[in-house]
């Protein structure tokens, strides 16, 4: 008997994948919109052939009644306090409210239960949510793949390919960073939607590189060996970047801010995967770095 999943922020870039991976395993799919939601999106969730739900999403009773028959919901929703607290626990709330079993939620990321808090603030209103879900009747499980490793193809910090830079901190020139694809993240949460037994916690990476390999890699890829850039300490870092966040009150109210990507780049520096869950479930083909450089 098939199993039938929801997932919650489906018309995003990796929830529209999660709903492909699922699709692709066999499962039916529930893809939950807000009412209103893209045209355009909801016909490619349905050529996709999920179901779509469009709710009201600060009615729990909708959500509940989208919910029912549902094996475990997905949560990949993106956005700031109004979203991962307030759409996320009405989401949560709905689920239980239909007796849902099992629930995955929006924590695509570092590890942060390893990082204090104050040092990145997506990542504190995460620790606020699962403050909530852990105290509730639903089993959970969340799925941290470090950075998602499509950044890599743009010009961030760690990897500038405009100043052809790679930054390191606290002298961690070896220090392995993780970093999943988007499609290897959708598709190892899919085969989590359908295991029953999947652990509180699951850790992947489609590899780990470090900022010495990157140079190296710069050279074999990109033509040119990339500059190692000593940026300090992680301790300096952290305060000016607090310092940052203080003086630009307005960039509360931006998912992406400046001082917020900085904060990102810390946390990068900060923890990492000792040891990850790749092989729970066979049969996924992880990306190379050299495919995504």
């Known amino acids: ?54 709710v009201d999403m600060a009615d729990v009773a909708q959500i ?5 028959g549902v094996s475990c919901v997905v949560s990949a929703l993106a956005g700031l306090r109004d979203v991962i607290i307030d759409t996320q ?21 570092t590890d942060f239960t390893k ?21 509730s009747a639903i089993k959970a499980t969340s799925i941290f793949n470090g950075a998602f490793a499509d950044i890599l193809r743009y010009n961030t910090p760690f990897f500038d390919t405009k100043n052809k830079t790679i930054v390191f901190y606290d002298n961690k020139q070896d220090w392995k960073v993780d970093f999943t694809t988007m499609d290897n993240t959708a598709l190892f949460t899919a085969k989590a939607t359908l295991d029953d037994d999947a652990p509180r916690d699951l850790r992947i990476a489609s590899f780990s590189v470090s900022p010495n390999d990157m140079v190296r890699l710069s050279e074999q890829y990109k033509g ?70």
């Open 1 to 54: 008997m098939k199993k039938k999943i929801l997932v919650a922020g489906a018309t995003g870039n990796l929830g529209g994948r999660i709903i492909k991976a699922l699709r692709n395993e066999g499962a039916d799919v529930v893809a939950l919109v807000r009412n209103g939601s893209d045209e355009k999106k909801i016909k490619e969730l349905e050529d996709m052939g999920a179901t779509v739900r469009a």
């Open 64 to 68: 509940a009644d989208a919910c029912s």
């Open 89 to 109: 626990l009405n989401v949560l709330n709905g689920a239980i409210k239909a007796g849902v079993p099992r629930f995955i939620p929006s924590d695509f990321s």
């Open 115 to 135: 990082i204090p808090e104050g040092e990145n603030r997506n990542f504190d209103l995460r620790k606020e949510f699962k403050a909530m879900l852990d105290n």
């Open 224 to 293: 040119e060996k990339y500059d190692l850039v000593d940026k300090g300490s992680l301790e300096g870092f952290s305060a000016s970047t607090k310092a940052w966040r203080a003086s630009d009150p307005a960039g509360e109210n931006n998912l992406y801010s400046k001082w917020q990507q900085a904060q990102y780049l810390h946390s990068m520096f900060y923890a990492h995967h000792t040891e990850v869950d790749n092989d729970r479930y066979p049969n996924i083909e992880w990306a190379p770095v050299e495919g995504c450089i």
